[in-house]
């Protein structure tokens, strides 16, 4: 697509953190916790085919749908994400390494269904309430495809570096000019694709 219709804009949904860790060259970062307030804003603006980019697809999915309901027609999402356009070879722009988000979730999830299961055999059978509570939280994550463990995590200052200006990259992306920090220096890797 990008082949034949140069002006096709990425524009990639995942949290800075993220996007700064490796993305696409000349994708745009606006993350999907920001996007519907910029979402009139975009569509008004932005006419060319929009790509939306995420880790698996499935947060570009969401986009998607939000997007849709402010009115925008010309999205498409990149199937399977970042994941398959590292597996076909693609070129991509890495910067410091990070853990995704999705490993954060597994981690602390483990680490509170790990806990509260050792503190109910070793200090009060109440605290077998912890991973009961976890394990409903990812039934009901995996159910209904959102994760309230993973928008917490996404909003730490780890996953939300301080050099991301997303409304500059929300002018950058409506006017079409590279993907910019706006007053930041352009060696910001979190927001200069």
């Not at 800075?16 to 490796?22: A, K, N, S």
């Not at 804003?41 to 402010?70: M, N």
């Not at 159910?143 to 200052?157: F, H, K, N, S, Y």
Request: aromatic share 4%; with cysteine.
């Amino acid at each position: 697509m990008l082949h034949e219709s140069p002006a096709t804009r990425l524009l990639d949904v995942r949290t800075p953190g993220e996007f700064e860790m490796e993305h696409i060259p000349g994708a745009y970062n606006v993350p999907l916790d920001t996007l519907g307030e910029h979402g009139g804003e975009i569509r008004a603006a932005v006419a060319d085919p929009v790509v939306l980019v995420c880790r698996s697809g499935q947060r570009a999915r969401k986009a998607e749908e939000a997007l849709r309901t402010a009115g925008m027609t010309n999205l498409h999402v990149l199937d399977g994400g970042m994941t398959a356009w590292n597996a076909a070879a693609q070129p991509v722009r890495r910067g410091a390494p990070r853990m995704s988000l999705e490993r954060q979730v597994r981690i602390a999830a483990g680490a509170l269904a790990a806990t509260g299961g050792f503190l109910a055999l070793f200090a009060n059978p109440l605290f077998a309430a912890v991973p009961a509570l976890v394990g409903s939280g990812l039934v009901f994550a995996g159910v209904t495809d959102t994760c309230a463990m993973g928008m917490l995590l996404a909003r730490l200052p780890y996953n939300r570096p301080a050099s991301c200006d997303v409304p500059a990259m929300v002018r950058a992306l409506t006017t079409g000019a590279p993907p910019t920090g706006g007053s930041r220096p352009s060696a910001d890797i979190s927001c200069v694709a």
